[in-house]
């Protein structure tokens, strides 16, 4: 046979099934691990580090069975939202690309923008909060070196704000990556260096253990006397509502879905990916909490490595110090590309013919590489969004009270409350069907816990303004 053009030949063009996936968008190549990988990243913040002080505040008895308790909780509503990623059929339906969608096509009406709100806010506070948390880490490494050249003499007092400019400039870099599937070896990275500093602080937390010869802590936690009255309920919210935020990650779960290949069907593989980042995560938790909870007992601080627990020795500090703050770097991006990627589509959809907003020109970084896809407006607002969060965080150092806050207003709907209601409705449960009445049970408590963490925040916020300083960040 001649063959008269090479529309002709067997090998071009590519069958377009192997170039898109069912929606038309490029073929998507993520696993379960690259999806676990995300997970961590997000979920294993730098918080872990203030689980020991979580745990003094209930005790021997309320720690650990509020971790576990509460990993079911982010496990079980976890695998109601991954059965929203597809609209009916859960391998043909129409694809839910972020968490609004999935409201949109099961809920509906003004639950929508109330979701949108909610989550968005909720993203923008984390950012702020990874930007605080990068510095505080960054001021240990500075203190320790302080201390040694001192001799442990020294007030050593630092400023924060360098350190949180520092962190946004290198932001500023990272969200110029286009969007979450091209994220996957930053989330890797994040993922290893949070097991990193978590078995650095666990080890620590042992030999402390040994040290001291006993095992610290009360069946109740910190006692009346160490404390007021007032002081104990107010912390015990406080470190219920720690505990219930430190497994959210449902804001970013359908996004992270997006970006899974198939066959075998995202649901399959999502929740596979959940139940292996909730376990290794719930694992670490209960390591890390009880282990800092067991080498300091009432007096544990709220952050092991950053905040005085230990002392020595320097250099492995100064190690768990720094890859806490290549975490952050992960994760920070990990939490904020659904906000980028709902800011572009909605700038794409209202100004389409804008070569401004749409236009992308390809420029070679590295010989032998994809070449680097620069959209100007993409450019321009990420770094203001990046700018935005850095100056916030110089201006109220506080604000992780502030992010508690938001966690507690966020946690129930996001995390209970609309995966719930999006079951229900997908799946047409019976009203009042013994399954029914014990999705609500589960909602209905889940929002008594965000309700009490909110009001341990505010009291949290009062008392911090009354020591109020801008852009005072020593530490």
Same mark, same amino acid.
């Given at each position: 046979m001649v063959v008269k053009n090479v529309q002709d030949l067997d090998v071009l063009p590519r069958n377009s099934s #192997?170039?898109?996936? #069912?929606?038309?968008?490029? =073929?998507? &190549?993520? %696993?379960?691990? %690259?999806?676990?990988?995300?997970?961590? %990243?997000?979920? !294993?913040? *730098? $918080?872990? /580090? *203030? /689980? @020991?002080? @979580?745990?003094?505040?209930i005790g021997w008895v309320g720690g650990p069975i509020t971790m576990l308790l509460f990993s079911f909780v982010t496990y079980y509503t976890a695998t109601l939202l991954c059965s929203c990623y597809r609209s009916g059929d859960s391998v043909t339906g129409k694809r839910n690309y972020t968490y609004m969608d999935a409201i949109h096509a099961n809920l509906g009406g003004f639950k929508v923008k109330i979701c949108g709100v909610v989550q968005y806010l909720n993203l923008f506070g984390t950012a702020i909060g990874y930007t605080i948390a990068s510095a505080i880490s960054l001021i240990a490494i500075q203190r320790t070196s302080c201390q040694q050249s001192s001799g442990g003499k020294g007030s050593c007092h630092v400023n924060g704000n360098p350190y949180m400019i520092a962190f946004g400039l290198v932001q500023i870099v990272f969200s110029q990556i286009p969007d979450f599937d091209q994220l996957w070896w930053l989330s890797i990275v994040a993922a290893v260096m949070s097991f990193g500093y978590s078995t650095i602080g666990l080890g620590l937390g042992v030999s402390k253990v040994v040290e001291n010869k006993e095992i610290k802590g009360t069946l109740t936690g910190v006692s009346i006397g160490l404390v007021t009255p007032a002081q104990k309920v107010w912390r015990t919210f406080q470190s219920l509502g720690n505990i219930a935020f430190a497994y959210s990650y449902s804001m970013i779960l359908i996004e992270i879905q997006d970006t899974v290949k198939s066959p075998p069907a995202e649901v399959d593989t999502m929740k596979k990916a959940t139940l292996i980042s909730v376990a290794v995560t719930t694992l670490f938790?209960?390591?890390? $909490?009880? !282990? $800092?909870?067991?080498a300091f007992g009432d007096s544990a601080p709220g952050n092991l490595l950053a905040a005085g627990g230990f002392m020595n020795p320097f250099w492995l500090l100064d190690i768990a110090n720094l890859a806490i703050v290549i975490h952050l770097v992960g994760a920070y991006q990990v939490y904020c590309q659904p906000l980028f990627a709902f800011v572009e589509k909605e700038a794409t =959809?209202?100004?389409?013919?804008?070569?401004? !907003? &749409? =236009?992308? %020109? #390809? !420029?070679?970084l590295f010989p032998g590489f994809k070449p680097f896809k620069l959209n100007l407006f993409r450019l321009v607002w990420r770094t203001i969004f990046v700018i935005t969060t850095t100056l916030i965080s110089m201006l109220m150092p506080f604000f992780n009270d502030v992010l508690g806050l938001l966690g507690a207003i966020g946690f129930w709907p996001l995390t209970v409350y609309f995966p719930v209601e999006m079951y229900i409705s997908q799946k047409n449960v019976p009203s009042w069907s013994t399954k029914w009445v014990c999705l609500q049970v589960l909602s209905l408590a889940c929002l008594v816990v965000s309700i009490a963490a909110a009001a341990g925040s505010v009291v949290g916020i009062v008392t911090d303004l009354k020591t109020y300083k801008p852009f005072h960040t020593e530490f």
């Open positions: #192997d170039l898109f996936d #069912d929606d038309g968008r490029p =073929k998507r &190549t993520g %696993t379960v691990w %690259t999806a676990s990988a995300h997970i961590i %990243t997000a979920v !294993i913040g *730098s $918080g872990v /580090l *203030s /689980l @020991a002080w @979580a745990v003094a505040q938790y209960m390591f890390c $909490g009880c !282990i $800092g909870y067991a =959809k209202r100004y389409p013919e804008s070569e401004f !907003i &749409t =236009k992308e %020109t #390809d !420029i070679q």
